[in-house]
């Protein structure tokens, strides 16, 4: 996970423990997967890059090193501040990722790192996004995988097999609380198939042009598993 935008407010109370999490180097997913979401989905930078859900900053940050001028929008006071702390190079907002504060046409991309699946209204949000980028803009995401999300491995070995959730189209609600090496997190969100998010691009008038499942770039880290099952969708999606 990187984002916090969510129902307004509802990550503030875990905001300390996810600079903690986030910051942490090498230690969560995100270290292992940014590289090939960069390469791979993100085009080269134009005139304006929107965050959507940019946490405290980590994204964003990865963004302006390769070239990007960039805005960012969370619903945490608290991450916005560690943000702008970190590197005020950005511009950041507080603001709900289906009621940006920005005009039509404004950005040619847009950014969303874990966040479509973590913000009250997935398909709003894609219909701003949407809004405010110019024509021939793109949308580019990662959100965790709908047939693996809330998989459970039958052991820790690295080939212990995944084992799938009882119904794959069924929303659920995420609110998971994980330890690791000292630091606590809790995760929120929901689970979504495909299909949703398929129609929620449609709807909102973009036009899917990239889909990837990456691999961990390292097996260390306990990632090695998800080299046989994938944890991230990413994709790139331009309105037309």
Not at 76 to 84: E, G, M
Not at 94 to 107: E, I, T, V, Y
Not at 202 to 221: H, K, W, Y
């Amino acid at each position: 996970m990187t984002c916090s935008v969510g129902r307004e407010g509802e990550w503030e109370p875990d905001a300390e423990s996810w600079v903690r999490w986030a910051r942490r180097p090498n230690f969560d997913a995100y270290w292992h997967y940014r590289d090939s979401f960069f390469d791979a989905v993100v085009p080269p930078p134009g005139r304006r890059t929107l965050e959507i859900g940019c946490g405290e900053g980590r994204v964003a940050r990865d963004l302006l090193a390769r070239g990007h001028r960039v805005a960012a929008v969370d619903t945490s006071h608290t991450l916005l501040r560690y943000a702008r702390q970190e590197d005020s190079s950005a511009s950041y907002a507080l603001a709900d990722s289906a009621a940006l504060p920005f005009p039509d046409r404004h950005f040619d991309l847009a950014v969303s790192y874990n966040a479509l699946q973590v913000v009250a209204d997935m398909a709003g949000t894609m219909r701003e996004a949407a809004r405010v980028l110019d024509r021939n803009g793109r949308l580019c995401a990662c959100v965790a995988h709908p047939l693996t999300d809330l998989g459970r491995f039958t052991g820790h070995d690295p080939d212990a097999p995944l084992t799938m959730r009882r119904s794959y189209f069924e929303r659920l609600r995420v609110h998971d609380t994980v330890q690791r090496d000292g630091l606590t997190m809790t995760f929120r969100g929901w689970t979504y198939t495909l299909e949703d998010y398929a129609i929620a691009l449609e709807e909102a008038g973009l036009r899917i042009e990239a889909i990837r499942e990456p691999r961990p770039i390292a097996t260390s880290g306990g990632y090695e598993r998800w080299r046989q099952a994938p944890l991230f969708l990413s994709f790139r999606a331009i309105k037309s």
